[in-house]
């Protein structure tokens, strides 16, 4: 079993930057994919930005160039630096990695738990 928490969340004010970070720990061989969902009230779960193990990263159309998505392999550790935060933000925002566990190296994905982002204007 693979767990993921997630941390760094918080109240910000308009304009301002939080750091969100994922920790995964457990059965792990390898983590192939690591991101950032988020989902508001009444609306579904979207990505934020993902980067995969060589470093390729992906964002939504509405972060770039504010967010920045890292990973620290070591660490099994993913970020996401997020500046210039809006008030349209505001979401729970939810770890996820595709891990390769066990002897068979059998791929999952995992959640993480969540964390309150909210931005006032």
């Known amino acids: 079993q693979v767990q993921l928490v997630e941390s760094g969340g918080g109240l910000v004010q308009a304009g301002g930057s939080l750091r969100l970070s994922c920790v995964a720990s457990?059965?792990?061989?390898?983590?192939?994919?690591m991101g950032w969902y988020r989902q508001s009230p009444g609306n579904q779960r979207e990505l934020v930005a993902a980067?995969?193990?060589?470093?390729?990263?992906n964002y939504a159309d509405s972060v770039k160039g504010r967010f920045t998505i890292s990973r620290d392999n070591a660490k099994n550790t993913v970020y996401l630096q997020m500046n210039s935060l809006r008030p349209e933000d505001t979401a729970v925002f939810y770890c996820n990695a595709g891990v390769r566990s066990g002897s068979s190296r059998f791929y999952n994905v995992y959640w993480g738990q969540g964390t309150q982002v909210t931005v006032s204007s």
């Open positions: 980067v995969i193990s060589g470093g390729s990263t």
């Open positions: 457990g059965d792990i061989f390898s983590i192939d994919d």
